[in-house]
């Protein structure tokens, strides 16, 4: 049974930085892509980064580029999120997801098969 686990979030004031985790589980991610997503109240989920396990390449949203940085660490089955120069409209319910598709962008998500439960990034201002 596939797992995401997602951990990090918080409230943060604007400037600060923070690093969410998600910890996958359940089987082989090496040949899956995995994304980070955000939802704030009221609006639809957003793509925000992603990374293709087995090589690295990653893809980011406009709006977090220069700020974001998406990782991966193979021996511990984790995908991470460094957010830094945080802004208040950054304020959403994160959510880690893996696409087993390897063809296209995958940056919509449609093309996502499993889902974390997300954590909450609340930024101040």
């Known amino acids: 049974q596939v797992q995401l686990v997602e951990s990090g979030g918080g409230l943060v004031q604007a400037g600060g930085s923070l690093r969410l985790s998600c910890a996958a589980s359940?089987?082989?991610?090496?040949?899956?892509?995995m994304g980070w997503f955000r939802q704030a109240p009221g609006k639809e989920r957003e793509f925000v980064a992603r990374?293709?396990?087995?090589?690295?390449?990653?893809s980011y949203a406009d709006f977090v580029k220069g700020r974001f940085t998406i990782s991966r660490d193979n021996a511990k089955n984790t995908v991470y999120l460094q957010m830094n120069s945080l802004k208040p409209e950054d304020t959403a319910v994160y959510y880690c997801?893996?696409?087993?598709?390897?063809?296209?962008?995958?940056?919509?998500?449609?093309?996502?098969?499993?889902w974390g439960q997300g954590t909450q990034v609340t930024v101040s201002s």
């Open positions: 997801a893996a696409a087993s598709t390897v063809w296209g962008a995958i940056t919509t998500k449609y093309e996502y098969d499993y």
């Open positions: 359940g089987r082989t991610f090496s040949g899956y892509v």
């Open positions: 990374i293709r396990w087995s090589v690295g390449t990653t």
